[in-house]
T-cell receptor, first 118, second 113 residues
Framework: AQKITQTQPGMFVQEKEAVTLDCTYDTSDPSYGLFWYKQPSSGEMIFLIYQGSYDQQNATEGRYSLNFQKARKSANLVISASQLGDSAMYFCAMREGFGSGNTGKLIFGQGTTLQVKP | SQTIHQWPATLVQPVGSPLSLECTVEGTSNPNLYWYRQAAGRGLQLLFYSVGIGQISSEVPQNLSASRPQDRQFILSSKKLLLSDSGFYLC????????????FGPGTRLTVT
């Protein structure tokens, strides 16, 4: 069965430093997608970055990058140059399969709370 | 651009009362739609999803139901609320034929007393 595991309930990082949030997944489907979302205290889920299982290169979006290690089934999020506004809860999620007709269901991890210290 | 709306933002309801939460999407057609529930400090639990009008799939048997009366409208309902229905309810949409990232609404905080 598909599963997402985030082993870090909470993390601290100093402002302007980089931080890595861990995510491991389990699936038997060769086609899948991995996502990271940010949830600030307001509650809204904000999409950050996507990695497809067949993508050859690690995804990057501004200060966010995804360290995709397929053999290890890990998809860690790296935030560079942390800012105070990065303090939030971060969720890793996975979708099995893609393309037309796919339901697009996501399975979420339990999340990691990141606090950026000034 | 696409936007997603949810209302109400907060709701306090007594046990046994009915519930209706509404979600609408603008700026896209034939989206996949989803309802999630999040307990405090926890991850998201998928409740229902819909790939088209009148097509509802339930992920977790429970006290809730969902309907999709129009292409961009998704409604979460209950006839009689339980204390365990308290939580943060999030609606999301995605394009069915792409990578599948979901975009979330602002959420509804429901407290059942």
């Amino acid at each position: 069965a598909q599963k997402i595991t985030q082993t870090q309930p909470g993390m601290f990082v100093q402002e302007k430093e980089a931080v890595t949030l861990d995510c491991t997944y389990d699936t038997s489907d060769p086609s899948y997608g991995l996502f990271w979302y940010k949830q600030p205290s307001s509650g809204e889920m904000i999409f950050l970055i996507y990695q497809g299982s067949y993508d050859q290169q690690n995804a990057t979006e501004g200060r966010y990058s995804l360290n995709f290690q397929k053999a290890r089934k890990s998809a860690n999020l790296v935030i560079s140059a942390s800012q105070l506004g990065d303090s939030a809860m971060y969720f890793c999620a996975m979708r099995e399969g893609f393309g037309s007709g796919n339901t697009g269901k996501l399975i979420f991890g339990q999340g990691t709370t990141l606090q950026v210290k000034p | 651009s696409q936007t997603i709306h949810q209302w109400p933002a907060t709701l306090v309801q007594p046990v046994g009362s009915p519930l209706s939460l509404e979600c609408t999407v603008e700026g896209t057609s034939n989206p996949n739609l989803y309802w999630y529930r999040q307990a405090a400090g926890r991850g998201l639990q998928l409740l229902f999803y819909s790939v088209g009008i009148g097509q509802i799939s339930s992920e977790v048997p429970q006290n809730l139901s969902a309907s999709r009366p129009q292409d961009r409208q998704f409604i979460l309902s209950s006839k009689k609320l339980l204390l365990s229905d308290s939580g943060f309810y999030l609606c999301a949409w995605s394009r069915g034929s792409t990578s599948g990232e979901q975009y979330f609404g602002p959420g509804t905080r429901l407290t059942v007393t």
